[in-house]
Structures are given as C-alpha cells and as structure tokens.
C-alpha cells in the first residue's frame, strides 16, 4: 500500500500524522525510509520507494495484534519467545535472531522488539515484508528497533 491508500483505508487512525524521513548508506548503495507515526493509535508505519514496508505497535498504546489465538503486544518478552519457539517446532528457517537475540518469525513477518514501561520490558512486535529479511537494519529506521519508554 501505498501511504494514500493507507490513509483511506484507515480515515480516524490517520488525521494526526507525524512524518519523518531517514536515509543512508554506503557505496551508492542509498537507502530511504519515510515514517508516519500515529501517536494516538500506536503505530508507526514505514514506506520505501513509495510504498508500506513495516508497520510496529507501541506495546503501551497500540493495538492488540494476536497470531495463532495469542496476543502479541505488551507481554513478557521470555513468554512470547517461548511461545514462538514452541510455533516453529520442526521448521527450521521459521524462527531467527537479530542482534542482541533479537526473535524475528518468518512466516509472521515478524520482530518481537521491546519497549520499557517503568522497569519492565513488554513486548513491541514490528512487521516487515518477507523480502526484507535479508537487510531489516536498511529496511527500517535505527527507531524502529529502540527500545522506547
């Protein structure tokens, strides 16, 4: 989608955009990403070349997200690790790390990143295309992966 098509696709979520651009890279190997963030709703959506990339839910005031039945925002990182490992069980390219053990699923589409809230970490999943697996560093903002309070 693109960020026109989101827009009319969700009318009340995004009347108070904030955006923001980051770019990058080395040896001509350039990198843009747009961002509208919709505080009031929890959602940051990410755009490259034009068109939806990633979206992540603040854990503290996004939407409830559930895969397979189970919640995915706001809970103990350990407990929704636990149950993505048990979600894998035989498939060996379903589950993998980013830096600092970060768990990503393949067939989710997605990162299980962490927001603080007080002294604990809750759960702040953020959801890419299949094809950004390969560079998800480039793919999103350095934001995108912080741990937020």
Partial sequence: MSADEVTDALPGVTTDTEHRT?????????????????????LHLYYQDGRLSGIAIDALCGPQITADDTALVGRAPSALEQWMRERAGTRPD???????????????????????????LLTRPVFFL?????DLSHRLPGRAWEIHD
């Fill in 94 to 120: 379903e589950l993998s790390c980013m830096s600092a053990g970060v768990p990503c699923s393949t067939s989710l589409g997605m990162v299980i990143n962490v927001q603080r809230e007080g002294d604990r």
């Fill in 22 to 42: 980051w770019a990058g890279g080395r040896n001509n190997n350039t990198w843009r990403v747009a961002e509208g963030r919709y505080r009031e709703f929890g």
């Fill in 130 to 134: 299949t094809e950004a697996l390969d």
